[in-house]
Nanobody
């Protein structure tokens, strides 16, 4: 069973940057397209970014395209989300999972962007 632990969130001013990490334990991590999702207060969880298992394809929601970059490091079983030019509307709890939400959700990491 894969377990996911997100970290790297925090409070940042608008225009700032953060890098989120998602450490996965257990087997099969490398065989999945992995994604980042986010859930703002009072809203449903939404897709933000994904990266294929071969790393040759990345996918982004329109709202983050050009500002966020997803990557993965197989040696560390970790997926990253580099976030730049952050906006207050990026404030949310960020989660990682397979693109289809296959694994149990982790606790997420809070990102708060102040204006």
């Amino acid at each position: 069973q894969v377990q996911l632990v997100e970290s790297g969130g925090g409070l940042v001013q608008a225009g700032g940057s953060l890098r989120l990490s998602c450490a996965a334990s257990g087997r099969t991590f490398s065989t999945y397209t992995m994604g980042w999702f986010r859930q703002a207060p009072g809203k449903e969880r939404e897709f933000a970014a994904a990266i294929s298992r071969s790393e040759d394809s990345t996918y982004y929601a329109d709202s983050v395209k050009g500002r966020f970059t997803i990557s993965r490091e197989y040696a560390k079983n970790t997926v990253y989300l580099q976030m730049a030019s952050l906006k207050p509307e990026d404030t949310a709890v960020y989660y990682c999972n397979s693109r289809l939400g296959t694994f149990p959700w982790g606790q997420g990491t809070q990102v708060t962007v102040s204006s």
